[in-house]
């Protein structure tokens, strides 16, 4: 994992975010002037001094009764009379230019601050510490991430040539596309484990909405450099960037990173969440009571209905395959609805914390998590996430209704059952729920198009 590059990167995003923080505070400030400015330009409009008259027109002579008018003398004879006895014309001149000198070398008076500004700048102020301490300490949190590039990834060796496949344009850049994958706890023992399952986060700007796509993980792929298999064979020969490179090219949709998490994050989340709440039909509760998909022993004690389940409770619902789940799905399918059910049930009861417990249980998470994402990258996105102001999240599982069938065939040198599908049928609800636009399909067969997929 790359710890070095996480240092310098920090540096950087620290060094951004206090810029931004120092042009908000500058901002404000320039408001704040321009609006005392305005108001006092306006007081002086407004406000008429005494004795002042209206431009144009002539000031009227106020005569007391009895006494003689004055007579107004010219401008000059004035300053004739005013002018001291044996000073001469030019002395005067003299003696009003050292006057406006004298006045010029008065230093100005300094306006003091007001007391608004003061609190503005104090507050300010403290806004600009307050953030950047925070930034401190997410970042901080964010190194507990262990962060990979394609160069820490082990590829399993293959007839073919495994160079990756080449990264598609953007279909809409205000559309972000997040793999998660959930990883096998048990290795093989050499590279990768087996991914156990495979979801796209997007973050649909745009429409302001959050969505989650699930991929089965027996779909029939080309995975680039290794020929035709599972869609799951990918994580294990390649590790998170060939199972994005299979799924872009083979979905037609374009993914800014991924997010591997282990399971054992699985546990610790729900336990932290206090458990979520699960119906379970009569077979999955025997089912789950009689085999060790519930790791602990003392916990194999579910019943049907519904209940709060905890983490190795919840973890062993989510692998059961070979039971008929609630909505009336099989095998993968059943076990895909199993996932979506307990995800979405996390991101409900996890919307309902207080933020200091969010940020608890987000630092508890956060070592079992590895991606290729930058720290910049995570904050932008949650950020983003976060100012769309909604908790609900949509949710699609490919294959659609009606696009798949079963089948046996070759995953390398061996033939195992996995699952057909219909890519034109599938390809268009992808595009038509990540991005709002389905293009033509080349063909029309295998079933009709639905975005429910449950």
Same mark, same amino acid.
């Given at each position: 994992?790359?710890?070095?590059?996480?240092?310098?990167?920090?540096?950087?995003?620290?060094?951004?975010?206090?810029?931004?923080?120092?042009?908000?505070?500058?901002?404000?400030?320039?408001?704040?002037?321009?609006?005392?400015?305005?108001?006092?330009?306006?007081?002086?409009?407004?406000?008429?001094?005494?004795?002042?008259? =209206? *431009? @144009? %027109? !002539? +000031? #009227? $002579? /106020? &005569? =007391? *009764? @009895? %006494? !003689? +008018? #004055? $007579? /107004? &003398?010219? *401008?000059?004879?004035?300053? #004739? $009379?005013?002018?001291? *006895?044996?000073?001469?014309?030019?002395?005067?001149?003299?003696?009003?230019?050292?006057?406006?000198?004298?006045?010029?070398?008065?230093?100005?008076?300094?306006?003091?601050?007001?007391?608004?500004?003061?609190?503005?700048?104090?507050?300010?102020?403290?806004?600009?510490?307050?953030?950047?301490?925070?930034?401190?300490?997410?970042?901080?949190?964010?190194?507990?991430?262990?962060?990979?590039?394609?160069?820490?990834?082990?590829?399993?060796?293959?007839?073919?040539?495994?160079?990756?496949?080449?990264?598609?344009?953007?279909?809409?850049?205000?559309?972000?596309?997040?793999?998660?994958?959930?990883?096998?706890?048990?290795?093989?023992?050499?590279?990768?484990?087996?991914?156990?399952?495979?979801?796209?986060?997007?973050?649909?700007?745009?429409?302001?909405?959050?969505?989650?796509?699930?991929?089965?993980?027996?779909?029939?792929?080309?995975?680039?450099?290794?020929?035709?298999?599972?869609?799951?064979?990918?994580?294990?020969?390649?590790?998170?960037?060939?199972?994005?490179?299979?799924?872009?090219?083979?979905?037609?949709?374009?993914?800014?990173?991924?997010?591997?998490?282990?399971?054992?994050?699985?546990?610790?989340?729900?336990?932290?969440?206090?458990?979520?709440?699960?119906?379970?039909?009569?077979?999955?509760?025997?089912?789950?009571?009689?085999?060790?998909?519930?790791?602990?022993?003392?916990?194999?004690?579910?019943?049907?209905?519904?209940?709060?389940?905890?983490?190795?409770?919840?973890?062993?619902?989510?692998?059961?395959?070979?039971?008929?789940?609630?909505?009336?799905?099989?095998?993968?399918?059943?076990?895909?609805?199993?996932?979506?059910?307990?995800?979405?049930?996390?991101?409900?009861?996890?919307?309902?914390?207080?933020?200091?417990?969010?940020?608890?249980?987000?630092?508890?998470?956060?070592?079992?998590?590895?991606?290729?994402?930058?720290?910049?990258?995570?904050?932008?996105?949650?950020?983003?996430?976060?100012?769309?102001?909604?908790?609900?999240?949509?949710?699609?599982?490919?294959?659609?209704?009606?696009?798949?069938?079963?089948?046996?065939?070759?995953?390398?040198?061996?033939?195992?059952?996995?699952?057909?599908?219909?890519?034109?049928?599938?390809?268009?609800?992808?595009?038509?729920?990540?991005?709002?636009?389905?293009?033509?399909?080349?063909?029309?067969?295998?079933?009709?198009?639905?975005?429910?997929?449950?």
């Amino acid at each position: 994992m790359d710890k070095n590059h996480s240092k310098l990167e920090q540096e950087q995003l620290l060094s951004e975010i206090s810029d931004s923080i120092g042009r908000q505070v500058q901002n404000v400030m320039e408001r704040e002037n321009d609006t005392v400015r305005e108001k006092e330009e306006q007081a002086s409009e407004e406000k008429q001094p005494e004795g002042s008259h =209206i *431009e @144009g %027109q !002539e +000031p #009227e $002579e /106020v &005569q =007391i *009764e @009895g %006494q !003689e +008018p #004055e $007579e /107004v &003398q010219p *401008e000059e004879v004035q300053k #004739e $009379e005013m002018r001291p *006895e044996g000073e001469s014309e030019n002395d005067a001149v003299s003696g009003e230019t050292v006057m406006e000198e004298n006045t010029e070398d008065t230093p100005p008076v300094k306006k003091k601050m007001s007391t608004r500004k003061k609190v503005l700048l104090g507050i300010a102020g403290t806004f600009a510490v307050l953030a950047i301490a925070l930034v401190i300490f997410v970042n901080y949190e964010l190194n507990q991430i262990n962060y990979e590039t394609r160069a820490d990834v082990t590829y399993a060796t293959s007839t073919g040539t495994a160079t990756p496949a080449p990264t598609p344009e953007p279909i809409n850049k205000d559309v972000i596309n997040i793999l998660l994958i959930g990883e096998e706890s048990i290795h093989d023992g050499d590279g990768n484990g087996r991914s156990d399952s495979m979801m796209i986060a997007t973050i649909n700007c745009e429409q302001k909405t959050l969505k989650l796509t699930s991929l089965m993980r027996d779909i029939y792929v080309d995975i680039p450099g290794y020929g035709k298999n599972k869609l799951n064979a990918a994580f294990h020969n390649g590790g998170g960037f060939l199972t994005m490179d299979t799924i872009e090219q083979n979905f037609d949709v374009d993914l800014d990173g991924y997010v591997r998490v282990d399971f054992d994050a699985f546990e610790t989340i729900v336990d932290k969440l206090g458990g979520v709440e699960i119906e379970l039909t009569s077979s999955e509760a025997y089912y789950l009571n009689r085999t060790n998909y519930i790791s602990d022993p003392a916990s194999r004690n579910v019943r049907e209905g519904s209940q709060v389940l905890n983490g190795s409770q919840a973890l062993g619902y989510c692998r059961v395959r070979y039971q008929t789940a609630s909505d009336g799905e099989h095998d993968d399918f059943g076990r895909t609805y199993r996932q979506r059910t307990v995800l979405k049930a996390i991101f409900d009861k996890y919307k309902t914390k207080n933020p200091v417990e969010m940020v608890s249980i987000g630092t508890d998470l956060l070592p079992y998590v590895t991606t290729n994402l930058t720290k910049s990258q995570l904050i932008s996105y949650l950020t983003t996430a976060a100012s769309f102001g909604t908790m609900e999240l949509e949710t699609l599982r490919i294959p659609v209704d009606g696009s798949h069938y079963g089948d046996k065939d070759y995953c390398g040198s061996v033939r195992r059952y996995v699952l057909k599908i219909d890519y034109d049928i599938n390809n268009a609800a992808i595009q038509e729920f990540i991005y709002g636009t389905s293009p033509e399909p080349e063909t029309t067969s295998g079933g009709a198009v639905t975005t429910s997929g449950d």
